[in-house]
C-alpha cells in the first residue's frame, strides 16, 4: 500500500475541489437593506502585469492608524495566496489585532493571488512523483519576478512604507518562501513559512540548503519555520533543512524552529502566523 502524506492529499483534494467549483454557479450576493453598512476590510486591485502579459490582483489592507494623520510608515507583510478567496480574509485579521492588541507592530498588508498555485510556486521537476501530483509546474522564478519587479515597487510608491517587508505562506507557498530565501535571501528582510511542501524535487530544496547557505547574503534577514503533525518527507526536509541552518547560518541571521505537533496540514496557518507575526513584527517593549 501507498502511503500519501497530508500534504500531497491536500494537493489532491484542493485539485478536486478546484474542478468541483468551476462547475458551480457563483453564490448570489446577500441583498443591502436599508440601513445596513458594508463592512470593508480592504482594497482589491488589478495590475496589468508585462511579465504575465495579463492581469494580476492583489489586495491590500491599511493599518487602521495609517489615516491618523500623523504620517506614519510601516512595514508591509506580502501574503502568498493572497486572493480574497485564499488566505487574505484571515491573514486581515491577524492585521487588524496588531491595532487591537498591540501585540506585535502595525503593518500594510498585500495579498497575491495566484492563478495557478501548483504552477506558479514550484521550481522545475520533471521527477515522475512530483508529475503524478503537479504535471504542470515550474513558474516560480516568474511569480517571483512578478513580485519583486511589479508588486512591490507598486506598493512602495503608493503607499507609506518603511522600507521593511516580510512574506508568509503556506504549503506550496511555503515551499516558495523557503526557496526564495535560499536563493534570493535579499528580496525581502523576513520569511514565514509554514508547513512548506519540502517533499517536492525529492525533497531537492532541503538537500542544496548547505550550499545554498554558503553562498551568503542572509546576514540581517530573518526566518520563521513551523511544520506541522505532516511527517514523512515533509519532515525529513524540514529535518534536513533546520540541520543545515544549525550548522551554517551566519551569526546575523535571525531564524526560530518551532513544529507545531499538534496541528495539521489543514489547521497550522493561523496559529503560527501568530506565533511568526510576534516575532516578525516585535514592539519596541519586546
Not at 474542478?19 to 480592504?42: H, K, M, N, R, Y
Not at 492588541?101 to 498555485?117: P, S
Not at 521537476?125 to 519583486?148: F, K, T, V
Request: contains cysteine; charged residues 20%.
Amino acid at each position: 500500500m501507498t502511503l500519501i502524506s497530508s500534504a500531497r492529499l491536500c494537493v489532491m483534494l484542493a485539485a478536486a475541489s478546484l474542478a468541483l467549483t468551476a462547475c458551480q454557479p457563483a453564490p448570489a450576493p446577500a441583498p443591502v437593506l436599508p440601513g445596513d453598512t458594508p463592512v470593508t476590510i480592504g482594497t482589491q486591485i488589478v495590475m496589468d502585469s508585462a511579465i504575465y502579459g495579463a492581469p494580476r490582483t492583489i489586495t491590500v489592507s491599511l493599518p487602521a492608524s495609517y489615516g491618523d494623520g500623523a504620517g506614519r510608515s510601516f512595514p508591509v507583510l506580502y501574503v502568498v495566496d493572497g486572493g480574497v478567496a485564499q488566505d487574505f480574509v484571515p491573514m486581515a485579521g491577524m492585521a487588524a489585532l496588531a491595532g487591537l492588541t498591540r501585540q506585535y507592530r502595525e503593518f500594510i498588508l498585500v495579498g497575491v493571488q495566484t492563478e495557478n498555485r501548483y504552477l506558479e510556486l514550484t521550481a522545475p521537476s520533471q521527477l515522475e512523483n512530483d508529475l503524478r501530483w503537479i504535471p504542470e509546474n515550474g513558474g516560480a522564478s516568474q511569480y517571483r519576478e512578478h513580485l519583486l519587479d511589479e508588486v512591490k515597487p507598486y506598493i512602495e510608491a503608493r503607499y507609506r512604507t518603511s522600507g521593511e517587508d516580510a512574506i508568509i505562506g503556506e504549503s506550496m507557498a511555503g515551499l516558495f518562501i523557503a526557496e526564495t530565501f535560499l536563493r534570493a535571501p535579499d528580496s525581502f528582510d523576513h520569511y514565514i513559512a509554514v508547513s512548506p511542501s519540502l517533499w517536492w524535487r525529492g525533497e531537492g530544496l532541503s538537500h542544496e540548503a548547505a550550499d545554498l547557505l554558503a553562498a551568503g547574503g542572509f546576514g540581517g534577514h530573518s526566518l520563521y519555520l513551523t511544520i506541522a503533525d505532516e511527517g514523512e518527507d515533509m519532515q525529513t526536509g524540514m529535518d534536513r533543512l533546520v540541520a543545515a541552518l544549525e550548522a551554517g547560518a551566519p551569526e546575523d541571521l535571525t531564524w526560530w524552529y518551532q513544529p507545531m505537533p499538534d496541528e495539521h496540514h489543514n489547521t497550522i496557518y493561523n496559529p503560527a502566523a501568530l506565533r511568526a507575526l510576534r516575532l516578525t513584527f516585535a514592539t519596541e517593549e519586546d
